[in-house]
């Protein structure tokens, strides 16, 4: 395929790069970021657009997805498919999809889980909302640049069912971290929390597959003194996004409101800016009970 790609950051830039290595011809913009080996530089995002079949979009926001759309959608040829593969709200990926749609295009949304690391490796996995039209057609695409693709529904259901699933992550990290804290106050050697709680009714990918503790479990960035696999500052960013549109639909979260002030404490009050989401647990065994 003839493939535009507009951002081409800490993630678009692997994914981009995957995709022309593949043998995709891919034609990409970013502002700040020269392309990666193997892209073509186009000169706007217009010009990255220009007679591609998918143009694809890693932006950080809703308010510059709906600025760059502007541009793109206009310059995009009848039939082609918008695929913005950033994590945004969902009113925005839905306004998006809808004036591309009315402009003869096909639109998804297909935020995605897995980080830089499996940007890279090309297993990350795509939560994607849209026509089942759109879907069918960029899904070789999620093939090359992920190893799990789920239609979850019409536009901006992609968007939904990240910040659901992250707002369940973060909630997990904390209790998580609460945990470990509350067994080094008890006495509890890490690893025998650990080699209790890993089988049995305490299983959580955040404690079986990205632990908090260091030397406890897989390698993860606590390991690395909690340089980010996956930043508190993004983590923050989806627990936002998951009360926002909580509020938008009246739906009743206290542990995401809960998990969404501590992230905000910690990334603007705190030491958190910067670091992995996982360094919660320091914090949580340097404070007291208040």
């Known amino acids: 395929m003839k493939i535009g790609f507009v951002g081409l950051g800490n993630m678009g830039a692997p994914m981009a790069m995957n995709l022309a290595k593949t043998g995709h011809s891919v034609v990409g913009f970013d502002l700040a970021t020269p392309c990666p080996e193997g892209v073509t530089a186009a000169t706007s995002a217009a010009d990255a657009a220009n007679e591609a079949e ?5 932006l950080p926001n809703g308010t510059i997805l709906r600025a760059v759309a502007q541009e793109l959608i206009p310059a995009m040829a009848s039939g082609a498919v918008l695929l913005d593969c950033s994590t945004v709200d969902v009113e925005s990926a839905r306004a998006v999809a809808s004036q591309a749609e009315e402009a003869g295009l096909l639109a998804a949304d297909a935020p995605v889980s897995g980080g830089i690391g499996a940007a890279a490796a090309g297993t990350l996995t ?4 849209g026509s089942e039209a759109a879907f069918t057609k960029v899904e070789p695409l999620f093939d090359v640049m992920g190893q799990k693709a789920v239609h979850c529904g019409p536009s901006g259901n992609g968007q939904a069912a990240k910040i659901c699933n992250n707002m369940i992550l973060g909630v997990t990290m904390i209790g998580t971290c609460e945990a470990f804290a509350l067994a080094d106050k008890l006495g509890l050697d890490r690893q025998k929390m650990f080699d209790v ?10 404690m079986n597959a990205y632990c908090p503790a260091p030397g406890v479990g897989p390698t993860s960035p606590a390991d690395n003194d909690y340089q980010p696999g996956f930043a508190a500052d993004l983590m923050l960013k989806d627990l936002r996004l998951s009360q926002q549109a909580a509020k938008g639909v009246d739906a009743d979260t206290p542990m995401g409101q809960a998990a969404t002030a501590l992230y905000a404490s910690f990334v603007e ?6 670091k992995d989401f996982s360094a919660m ?7 007291r009970r208040t």
């Open 54 to 58: 998918v143009v694809i979009t890693m």
């Open 126 to 129: 795509f939560m994607a909302g």
């Open 197 to 206: 709680v890993s089988t049995s009714s305490g299983y959580s990918w955040t």
């Open 269 to 274: 009050e705190e030491d958190g800016a910067g």
């Open 281 to 287: 647990l320091p914090r949580f065994v340097s404070r």
